[in-house]
């Protein structure tokens, strides 16, 4: 396999994970500093990616370009490289519902552009058998080596554009959906004054407090990247025939949450008295 250039938009903390298993592929790995935090710029650095300063260089420069950034941007940069004429391969790796990356793959390949759908599943871990990148669409094949030497694991769905953002979707419904479900049960309880019966009894017969409480302590300071997903996720189940207005409300859970972004890992009751307000 020959080694290519590849361009990562935007190398947050999943995108770097991306941008290193795709360096430990053999592959050169290039960033576009413009307009992006000191911080990012400190996270390029320190993963060994190169800087093409714009985005209209790293699009001349690289084979490959992968996109993953938070949902509600995902579309703006698609069009932001389909404005620069780009002809490799593009990879929306972005959580977003089938139809908005169908859509973005017919912009992207009306342009000349292949197009590769992708999903990405666990957290933005650098040890192996942690975190998925699912990749479906008619090129989605001959992408896959390029990021196979980890720490993400790779696999190829069988299928066309919209299957491995239809599993994102899905997997996240759950799983990030049940963390909103129990904040927002747990919230209740304290304001209608249940909350140590509501324990007392889950001690019986109920899911395990201890670790809900840890799900919703390491999920606050990232609550601000899942509330564009669960609008993703409510377009995607009603599309399906299934009641949206779940993950709206979950959404709204994760955005009042938003003041932990940054922050170390608070407290419940410092949760729960936030979503309160």
């Given at each position: ?8 938009l935007?190398?947050?903390?999943m995108?770097i ?9 053999g592959n050169e790995v290039f960033?576009?500093?413009e307009?992006?935090?000191?911080s990012?710029e400190e996270?390029?650095r320190?993963?060994g990616l190169h800087?093409a300063g714009?985005l209209?260089?790293l ?11 938070p949902p ?5 940069i698609?069009d932001q490289?389909?404005?620069?004429s780009?002809?490799g391969?593009?990879v929306d790796?972005n959580a977003?519902?089938?139809e ?6 017919c912009r ?9 759908d992708?999903?990405?599943?666990g957290p933005?871990?650098?040890t192996r058998?942690?975190t998925?990148?699912y990749?479906?669409?008619e090129h ?5 080596p ?5 720490p993400?694991?790779?696999?190829v769905?069988?299928g ?9 979707m ?10 909103a479900l ?11 004054d ?6 007392r009894?889950?001690?019986r017969s109920?899911p395990s407090l201890p ?9 606050a300071?990232?609550?601000?990247r899942f ?15 299934m009641?949206a207005?779940f993950h709206q409300?979950?959404?709204e ?11 170390e890992?608070?407290?419940l009751?410092?949760?729960?008295a936030t979503?309160?307000?």
């Open positions: 396999m020959e080694s290519q250039r590849i361009g990562i935007h190398p947050g903390q995108g994970v991306v941008a290193v298993s795709a360096i430990n592929s960033w576009a500093s307009a992006r935090s000191t990012t996270r390029a320190r993963a800087d714009t209209a260089r699009c001349e420069l690289c084979s490959i370009v992968v996109s993953v950034c509600e941007f995902a579309e703006r698609a490289v389909a404005r620069c780009y002809q391969t593009y790796a977003i519902s089938p908005r990356v169908q859509r973005i793959g992207l390949q009306e342009g000349g552009a292949p197009f590769v992708g999903g990405i599943i933005p871990a650098m058998n942690r998925w990148l990749l479906s669409g989605a094949a001959g992408v896959a390029y990021f196979s030497s980890g993400i694991e790779v696999e769905l069988t066309g554009i919209g299957r491995a953002s239809a599993l994102k899905c997997f996240a419904a759950y799983s990030k959906g049940s963390i129990a904040s927002a049960v747990l919230a209740a309880a304290e304001r209608l249940v909350f140590q019966d509501l324990k009894q889950w001690n109920g670790e809900l409480e840890r799900e919703i302590s390491r999920a300071p990232k609550a601000w509330t564009g997903e669960m609008y993703e996720i409510a377009a995607t189940f009603q599309s399906a025939g009641p207005e409300a979950a959404a859970i994760f955005r009042r949450l938003e003041s932990f972004k940054g922050l890992e608070p407290n009751m410092d949760v729960l979503l309160q307000k």
